[in-house]
């Protein structure tokens, strides 16, 4: 029973209370919102809502997602304050930013 107390204990520690799911929508070969600010410890779900597939890709390699097809999402929980420009690794020319605050 006190294994399972603390197992719990520890899970409701690991996700901030206050975290949220954002959602960015992935349309007509731009990301929506293509700036977007977030909390420490939010949530980004990226939705490819286009015909063709996309992809997600942090400029310095923190998160990479593979090829999203129509309808596929990836997500990527972001811990760490700072600022994150992304790309669509198949059209570069595909950019966003998220900013994390603390």
């Given at each position: 029973?006190?294994?399972?107390?603390?197992?719990?204990?520890?899970?409701?520690?690991?996700?901030?209370v206050w975290?949220?799911?954002?959602?960015?929508?992935?349309?007509?070969?731009?990301?929506?919102?293509?700036?977007?600010?977030?909390?420490?410890?939010?949530?980004?779900?990226?939705?490819?809502?286009?015909?063709?597939?996309?992809?997600?890709?942090?400029?310095?390699?923190?998160?990479?997602?593979?090829?999203?097809?129509?309808?596929?999402?990836?997500?990527?929980?972001?811990?760490?304050?700072?600022?994150?420009?992304?790309?669509?690794?198949?059209?570069?020319?595909?950019?966003?930013?998220?900013?994390?605050?603390?």
């Amino acid at each position: 029973m006190k294994t399972r107390v603390l197992a719990v204990f520890c899970l409701m520690l690991s996700t901030p209370v206050w975290a949220q799911e954002v959602k960015i929508d992935i349309k007509e070969f731009m990301f929506g919102p293509k700036d977007l600010t977030v909390a420490v410890g939010d949530k980004v779900t990226w939705v490819n809502d286009d015909e063709i597939p996309h992809t997600v890709a942090e400029t310095h390699k923190l998160f990479r997602s593979g090829a999203l097809d129509t309808s596929d999402s990836f997500s990527w929980v972001f811990n760490t304050p700072g600022e994150f420009e992304y790309f669509c690794a198949l059209h570069p020319q595909m950019i966003g930013k998220i900013v994390v605050r603390q």
